[in-house]
């Protein structure tokens, strides 16, 4: 059974500052990733960053919401993983590399078509693969595990994922508390820009001038996230998209870890009955660590050691 032992300084004991510290004050040193441009069924396009160093063995890195290879979360857990023998695969979802892709459609908590493009790109080169995703990359090795759309290879040996909104609608309720406001406006800065970007490649498919009403993430995911892929609606899009429904099915050793004072998830999103039910998928629920946060004293946090821990039982 996984441990449940993280135990902050008292500063980071506040669920808020666990969760900025990492990406306003952590320094990471840059990594020299080998790019790999893979053409996606729908000819669009996935950049993979990529550290090979002759392993057989090769884990897929899948990032949050407006994150990159670049995220400091990703950049250390990569890092890590490769001091200790791992290959690494970085995954940037569409328009999250630096360029823009080239189909309409966009990334999303439930775009799992993209992931499996990125296991197919790694699977005959190495003997063994392990998914690891992060709040939005969690939900996307969450719901790969478990739908049952994409038949699991069997070099799939284990998963993790680390803050995890399984339960998308109960998520994007918390973000509307007032104390959430800050996050809410950094994503919503960096999305309206991408989609002043899509509207200029397709004019009369963007609705631009929807941005004006967006004050919140579910106005966004209303009006762009939904209607940009195929969705009736922000509802629509977190009822197909939530991994939630999905975990009793789960087959391979899966790890969820989800800090209770995370302040982007509601209560629904810490899924007890369905680790207690299943015994392939463990959830632990530390009382710190804000949303991927974990701040350790050492060069590499609480939940990227965490990480290593559980890959290596596999």
Not at 221 to 235: C, V
Not at 282 to 298: A, E, K
């Amino acid at each position: 059974m996984p441990a449940n032992d993280y135990t902050p300084s008292f500063f980071f004991k506040n669920g808020h500052i666990n969760t900025m510290y990492s990406s306003l004050f952590r320094k990471t040193k840059p990594l020299r990733f080998k790019r790999k441009r893979i053409t996606t069924p729908d000819d669009d396009f996935l950049d993979i960053d990529l550290l090979e160093n002759g392993s057989d063995k090769i884990v897929i890195l899948c990032h949050g919401l407006e994150g990159s290879s670049d995220s400091k979360y990703i950049q250390a857990t990569a890092a890590l993983l490769a001091k200790n023998g791992y290959a690494v695969a970085a995954m940037n979802y569409r328009f999250c590399s630096g360029e823009i892709n080239r189909q309409l459609i966009t990334y999303h908590s439930g775009r799992t078509e993209d992931l499996h493009a990125v296991i197919n790109t790694v699977l005959p080169d190495y003997n063994a693969v392990y998914l690891v995703g992060f709040s939005l990359g969690g939900n996307l090795v969450l719901k790969y595990n478990g739908d049952g759309i994409y038949p699991l290879h069997p070099k799939i040996k284990a998963s993790v994922a680390i803050s995890v909104p399984v339960d998308l609608h109960g998520s994007s309720i918390k973000l509307q508390d007032l104390e959430n406001r800050l996050y809410t406006w950094r994503f919503l800065r960096t999305l309206s820009i991408k989609v002043h970007l899509k509207h200029q490649q397709f004019p009369d498919q963007v609705p631009i001038e929807r941005l004006k009403k967006v004050k919140k993430l579910i106005d966004f995911d209303e009006y762009f996230t939904a209607a940009l892929n195929g969705f009736k609606d922000a509802q629509d899009y977190y009822a197909k998209a939530s991994s939630k429904p999905f975990l009793k099915s789960i087959s391979r050793p899966t790890l969820l870890i989800n800090a209770l004072d995370d302040p982007f998830l509601s209560e629904s999103c810490f899924p007890n009955a369905e680790a207690q039910e299943n015994p392939h998928f463990s959830l632990i629920t530390p009382r710190y660590g804000g949303h991927v946060g974990f701040v350790s004293t050492g060069k590499y946090y609480w939940s990227e050691l965490e990480i290593l821990r559980f890959l290596e039982e596999y």
